[in-house]
């Protein structure tokens, strides 16, 4: 498949469908999702070989924006908007008993980035080879990210989301129905108790059409600010009646350690996680698998403190009197500070 420079000019750039849905009928998108033509520039050097490049001093994907970058010479502007491409992530990928793959939404990189952007489309791959784009106006389906995407009977049921911050809702859980025979898109409408606005959770679907839904996190307002939680707790989506029900009650305390100029952990000292171990409280160190987390127990409860890029997020997975929770929580913010010499607040999550 050969791109123009005026087809790319034309195509280059992402855009909402006008009918629900609206066959998205372009040689440029299906040129970036195909990546069968000039291989990278990069592709004689070892980054190449895994369909990497460097650019600007930032690892890139081969096949993402710089794909087009590259070919037709075109410089980062922020001010000229972003390149569509198909290398996201949150995006789900379905495969359906028929061969077909369904792929649905996600984001390219952060906001951070020109080429940032959420996306509301949808992607058949057909056994045949054909490659189908559906996009939605996005009063029908907002741009959407990090969600679950369950096949129920014929459809696909898309709950969650992180989407565009002056987008989200916090409290409303936002689900939504794939026809997989037209790809038209629906609401669904839902009742009961709801996770809230969740994302980067999982979902099992049980063959009577229930939806569980664990993990992920929560957006959630607290004075007025935007906070995300860990999402604890499971709740199910009974998919035929629409309702949604809390299947457990852990009501775990959560903490998170920030430092006071909310600068990122990553880029300048690391705090380790030895260091993060109460001083003072008497605990038990468990192992654990998680590169970037420590565990112990504190009179029998599990807890885990895990370092992110932007803060230290501590969960007491059990029922701790609070005073001594937040006991707890403190040693770990002074060990924090201690180890990366910047000062650090704690925050209830």
């Not at 880029?267 to 970037?292: I, K, Q």
Request: charge should be negative; charged fraction near 30%.
């Amino acid at each position: 498949m050969q791109i123009s420079r005026e087809v790319f000019d034309e195509q280059r750039r992402p855009r909402f469908g006008t009918t629900n849905p609206e066959r998205m009928r372009l040689a440029f998108w299906e040129w970036m999702i195909r990546g069968d033509e000039t291989p990278p520039a990069d592709a004689g050097c070892v980054l190449g070989e895994f369909g990497l490049m460097m650019r600007a001093g930032v690892l890139k994907s081969g096949y993402g924006p710089y794909r087009a970058r590259d070919r037709f010479q075109v410089p980062l502007n922020r001010n000229d908007g972003p390149i569509w491409t198909f290398d996201r992530m949150g995006q789900t990928r379905t495969d359906l008993p028929d061969g077909r793959v369904v792929c649905v939404g996600g984001e390219h990189e952060d906001s951070y980035d020109p080429d940032f952007c959420i996306y509301n489309d949808v992607v058949v791959f057909d056994p045949d080879g054909r490659i189908e784009i559906y996009g939605y106006p996005k009063e029908v389906f907002p741009p959407t990210d990090f969600h679950t995407a369950s096949l129920v009977g014929d459809r696909l049921i898309v709950v969650g989301c992180l989407g565009y911050r002056d987008e989200r809702r916090p409290g409303h859980t936002p689900v939504y129905a794939l026809d997989l025979a037209d790809y038209r898109i629906s609401p669904v409408p839902t009742a009961g108790e709801a996770p809230g606005w969740v994302f980067e959770h999982e979902a099992d679907v049980s063959s009577d059409g229930v939806i569980t839904i664990r993990g992920g996190k929560v957006v959630e307002e607290r004075d007025g600010k935007e906070q995300h939680r860990r999402n604890v707790e499971e709740f199910a989506l009974d998919t035929r009646s629409g309702v949604w029900r809390r299947l457990t009650n852990r009501n775990w305390l959560q903490f998170v350690v920030r430092q006071e100029d909310r600068r990122w952990f990553v880029l300048e000292h690391s705090a380790g996680r030895e260091a993060l171990y109460p001083t003072v409280t008497a605990h038990t160190p468990e192992p654990c698998s998680e590169w970037n987390q420590i565990r112990f127990r504190v009179e029998g409860v599990p807890v885990s403190v895990t370092e992110g890029v932007s803060e230290i997020e501590i969960i007491v997975e059990g029922q701790l009197p609070e005073d001594l929770a937040v006991r707890i929580a403190e040693e770990v913010r002074a060990n924090a500070e201690r180890a990366i010499g910047k000062r650090c607040v704690l925050a209830r999550a």
